[in-house]
């Protein structure tokens, strides 16, 4: 199995056997992360930046630690407080940022299908950290890896996503990797925070907990906005957390080794209680560490390597 | 000054004929059509295979001049449609001034006169300063040339001015062109709604958003007895709505455009900002729907909706990128490809809803064969294949999301008033 | 590119006599071995580095410590691949700081290996030395590293490649040198 993408832009596209790899060489990788030195001459000489057009510390971070593990050069570019506001298109950005050099960006924007476009006007290799509410497929290669160290497996699992589906990529890209794996996958929420014919992407759509979550061994809770609820989708965050916020009572329609993930930041006492955040069935810090693993598994992959075959 | 089209397929659905003719143009005056019409003293067009046709109109061009002429101006824009086969457009007033008044209507057909090419057809606003709210001046727009009303781009949000459009109207026998659009249901779309948006995180734009406006201003048409003619009518429900109007009698028309017959909203899974318009590619079996209403009658007429965009409007992030395809000159190629070949259209309703179909309901002088009438001609080469190269346009808006596709099926020669002003995709 | 075999240099009598000779020769370098630690290189360094501490412990009666060292994020071809070899995990489960490590593989030859190996070895701890054990010696050294401990020196020239099959993972013992055909 080689891995021969210049860009990493969803799940959708990956296949089984590349999620695998992916996921396999993450193990090492975390074996790193626990060591005392925790660096590996790996990517030395390689550069990365990273772009972030839309807030996140968690995310970027974990790719800029991911890369210093590997020796790359890590930058990371500021974008609100830089050229946008001087109203440079994005096409002019990315060229300047090449022409410096680097190997390989990692962006994040607000809207969807922009890292598409980046990857299409730039020899630079892309890795999507999150667009729009399109996909953010390290954060479900994160979920599944975290979900296979648990289980053993990812195979046959039932996997159960609540929240606001509609807005969020994580939803999407963890529906996209974990149906190559033959998971029964359920998403639950306010009906007008599940998208318009979501059942045709292999998932069965809930608008009750209890439904939701008989049997499941995994439920990933989604982060919800409080913008959400200013939009007129929901009538007050205190109904939404009284219909949807994952609490003890909640797990015991769930399978009894049932694990909680959440893609942080956590809003405690809205989509999730403290209780569940922190009681044995969360996995969600061991997800932040996972996350800097697959992120180094995927840069390794992707960076390494020369772009043309050399014989022997 | 005798031009003979010489052994053509004439189709004039205009006068109930299709059959292998000549056509001869004496004084930019069709002059005859018959067999073997004496060729003494005639440049001869060797017409052997081709479709001679009444020259194409397209009612729903944006030329973007005045105000927007890095986008398109009325030389490019009539030289696009001259290429494109069309020997008439109606341009929409939504320019900079927008055509709410007689100076700018003037302008316009100053500058197409002087461009000297294909025939402008100015349509005005509904309301003045195309703000919805107060009636233009009607009247005097139709004395300077106008030849509908539409506030294009933008729906008429309240329903008192669109029926006192209707109302108004009636009077001159002109009909109101609606964009029929909920502003509120469609506010900040991408796409169509549905599983390909998704799929593609984009917020969707619900066929009803179409179809409630479509509903209002056919029962204000009913309730005025004025002309509603819907534009770029996109969706399955809207089309059952008009159907159902016109079995009760309402005055109502309606366009479709070649990119909703023929492409769907799963393209735009490569977020290729070409394919980003308003109304929205929609799915699959909105396009069965509209490719059977052209077949039994129910759409009148194609029309491009030709909207040309500069580069940067287009090269950048999706959800910034302007909505607009520019059409002319790949409208006639697309139908004959997509549609006329592949046995979905016949080629003698392709021709009425390119010529007679929009000329009757602007109640132009054109889209005819008649003898004594202007020599507008369409001819087309039903063999020509060609591939799409927006680089080649002569639009300043490539932006098509059918670039590099290879098309069959093309025009051969444009004639306006007797003139060949187009050959085989270039101007004469 | 192929290859085809010449001829079995080493058979299963013979790796096993050299093996328990490399274990004599531990223990009587380092005079006994309750500070050694043996670790071997992924892939075939690992059976040897056992069976080498099975033959220790016969000797001694001394079990030694072994790990196994996967040396792909170290070695110094990377860039020049044009995909990315497999990543193994390296499994040194116990505190290599002060020890005599004997690091363990099937065929010593540019060195790069060796040189991959211990740099992995110095992010892991501060070991008191390294020593290299080796089954085949096939010379071609393209760094300054040798060998502490040889099973056999076999002359080659750059056409050939020495296979080492062991019965863990090849289900064969054997060391069969082969000769390079083909270039692509």
């Not at chain 2, 028309?253 to 394919?275: F, K, M, N, R, W």
């Not at chain 3, 020890?99 to 040189?115: A, E, H, P, S």
Request: net charge negative; hydrophobic share 40%.
């Amino acid at each position: 199995m080689k891995f021969n993408r210049k860009d990493l832009l969803g799940m959708r596209e990956l296949s089984r056997e590349e999620i695998q790899l992916i996921l396999d060489t993450a193990i090492p990788m975390k074996d790193v992360i626990k060591r005392d030195i925790k660096k590996v001459p790996t990517l030395r000489g390689k550069a990365m930046v990273t772009v972030f057009y839309e807030n996140s510390t968690r995310t970027r971070t974990s790719f800029e630690i991911a890369g210093k593990y590997l020796s790359a050069d890590t930058v990371n570019l500021a974008i609100s407080s830089s050229s946008v506001q001087k109203g440079e298109s994005l096409r002019d950005t990315i060229k300047t940022i090449e022409v410096m050099g680097f190997d390989l960006m990692v962006m994040r924007h607000s809207m969807s299908g922009t890292p598409q476009y980046v990857a299409r006007n730039t020899s630079m290799s892309v890795i999507n950290a999150g667009d729009g509410q399109h996909e953010h497929p390290t954060q479900a290669l994160l979920d599944m890896y975290s979900i296979r160290e648990s289980k053993g497996t990812l195979e046959g699992l039932k996997v159960a996503i609540v929240g606001d589906i509609l807005h969020s990529r994580v939803a999407r890209s963890n529906i996209y990797g974990l149906s190559k794996f033959g998971c029964e996958i359920r998403v639950v929420g306010p009906s007008t925070l599940i998208p318009p014919e979501v059942e045709r992407m292999g998932v069965k759509a809930y608008y009750s907990m209890e439904q939701a979550l008989r049997d499941v061994d995994v439920i990933n809770v989604l982060r919800i906005q409080r913008e959400r609820q200013e939009a007129g989708l929901f009538p007050s965050l205190d109904e939404y957390a009284n219909m949807y916020m994952l609490s003890n009572r909640h797990l015991k329609y769930a399978k009894e080794d049932v694990l909680v993930l959440h893609p942080g930041p956590m809003n405690r006492g809205v989509e999730i209680s403290s209780e569940v955040a922190e009681g044995s069935h969360s996995v969600i810090n061991e997800q932040v560490t996972n996350g800097v693993a697959v992120r180094m598994a995927l840069l390794f992959l992707m960076m390494g390597g020369s772009k043309d075959e050399i014989a022997g | 000054m005798r031009l003979l089209v010489k052994g053509g397929r004439v189709i004039d659905p205009d006068n109930d004929l299709d059959q292998i003719m000549d056509l001869l143009i004496e004084d930019g005056i069709i002059s005859q059509i018959g067999i073997d019409i004496d060729q003494t003293g005639a440049e001869v067009i060797d017409a052997r295979n081709m479709l001679v046709c009444p020259g194409f109109i397209d009612m729903h061009v944006h030329l973007r001049e005045p105000g927007f002429e890095y986008k398109e101006d009325i030389v490019t824009g009539t030289r696009a449609a001259a290429v494109g086969g069309f020997t008439a457009v109606c341009c929409m007033p939504n320019t900079q001034p927008v055509v709410d008044s007689a100076p700018v209507v003037r302008f316009i057909r100053e500058k197409a006169e002087k461009a000297g090419l294909v025939r402008v057809y100015p349509i005005g606003t509904i309301s003045k300063g195309q703000a919805g709210q107060e009636l233009s001046e009607v009247a005097d727009l139709l004395a300077a040339g106008c030849v509908a009303i539409s506030d294009d781009g933008k729906p008429v949000v309240k329903a008192n001015v669109m029926r006192n459009a209707l109302e108004y109207t009636k009077m001159f026998g002109i009909p109101v062109l609606s964009h029929c659009e909920d502003m509120e249901l469609s506010q900040d779309g991408q796409m169509h709604e549905g599983y390909f948006s998704t799929i593609y995180g984009l917020k969707g734009i619900p066929a009803a958003a179409e179809e409630l406006m479509v509903a209002r201003d056919i029962r204000l048409a009913e309730l005025t007895g004025g002309h509603i003619h819907i534009c770029h009518l996109s969706t399955k429900d809207s089309l059952e709505l008009v159907r159902q109007a016109r079995a009760r009698g309402v005055n109502v028309s309606c366009e479709v455009t070649p990119h909703h017959l023929t492409l769907s909203d799963e393209i735009l899974g490569d977020y290729d900002s070409d394919a980003k318009v308003n109304p929205p590619l929609r799915s699959a079996e909105h396009i069965q729907a509209l490719i059977e209403a052209l077949q039994d009658g129910t759409i009148d007429c194609i029309a491009t909706d030709h909207a040309p965009h500069h580069r940067e409007a287009k090269d950048c992030e999706f959800q910034l990128a302007a909505m607009g395809i520019s059409g002319l000159e790949t409208a006639v190629a697309v139908i004959m490809d997509r549609l006329v070949q592949e046995g979905q259209l016949d080629v003698y309703d392709m021709v009425r809803l390119f010529s007679c179909g929009p000329a009757d309901i602007l109640g132009l002088d054109g889209g005819t064969l008649n003898i004594g009438a202007r020599a507008d001609l369409t001819i087309i080469d039903p063999a020509a294949v060609r591939k799409v190269e927006p680089e080649k346009f002569q639009s300043k808006g490539k932006n098509t999301p059918f670039k590099g596709q290879i098309l069959t099926g093309w025009p051969y020669i444009t004639i306006v008033n007797g003139k060949i002003v187009a050959r085989e995709g270039s101007i004469v | 590119m192929g290859v085809r075999d010449k001829n079995t240099i080493m058979d299963e009598m013979a790796i096993k006599r050299a093996l328990t000779r490399i274990a004599h020769e531990i223990i009587e370098k380092n005079k006994g071995v309750d500070n050694v630690v043996l670790i071997g290189i992924r892939r075939r360094g690992g059976p040897l580095a056992y069976r080498l501490a099975e033959r220790i412990e016969a000797i001694e009666g001394i079990n030694v410590p072994v790990g196994i060292l996967d040396i792909t994020l170290y070695r110094d071809d990377l860039t020049t691949l044009a995909s990315q070899p497999l990543v193994h995990r390296t499994e040194v489960n116990f505190n290599i700081n002060h020890k005599t490590i004997v690091l363990v593989d099937d065929v010593l030859y540019t060195g790069r290996t060796v040189r991959a190996a211990m740099d992995a070895l110095m992010d892991l701890g501060r070991p008191k030395s390294i020593q290299l054990a080796v089954l085949v010696d096939r010379g071609h050294r393209e760094l300054p590293i040798k060998a502490d401990f040889i099973g056999k020196n076999v002359p080659t020239s750059k056409q050939e490649n020495i296979a080492v099959l062991v019965q863990e993972l090849d289900g064969d013992d054997k060391v069969i040198i082969q000769e390079i055909i083909g270039d692509s």
